[in-house]
């Protein structure tokens, strides 16, 4: 618990610091580091005979930057393309799906 309490101050003082300093300097890129910033990349995927949501996302789980379990980003892929749990059995071959990457934006 006192780590915790650790971390969330010098978590507080690293943002006040970016503040101060407009986020240039080695202040805002350590904040980078802390806090990455993602921006959502969407990919069409064309489904194929014997696909399935489970397998998509782990074709695409090693292409994006922020790490995710496969539950993530099948929810993701769901949001994205409108598909309920009962509808995600019935991928049709054929079907065209967006499927949304988080990567990371790279303060230089």
């Not at 890129?29 to 996302?57: M, N, Q, W």
């Not at 292409?63 to 019935?90: F, P, V």
């Amino acid at each position: 618990m006192k780590s915790i309490k650790i971390f969330v101050a010098l978590a507080l003082a690293l943002a006040a610091l970016v503040v101060a300093t407009d986020g240039r300097g080695l202040v805002g890129r350590a904040y980078s580091c802390v806090f990455p910033t993602y921006r959502v990349e969407r990919v069409a995927h064309v489904v194929k005979y014997g696909d399935t949501l489970y397998s998509i996302a782990y074709a695409y789980a090693g292409q994006q930057d922020k790490w995710d379990d496969l539950r993530g980003i099948i929810c993701d892929i769901q949001a994205e393309n409108g598909i309920t749990d009962n509808d995600a059995y019935w991928l049709a071959p054929g079907r065209q799906l967006i499927v949304p990457l988080r990567k990371e934006m790279k303060n230089d």
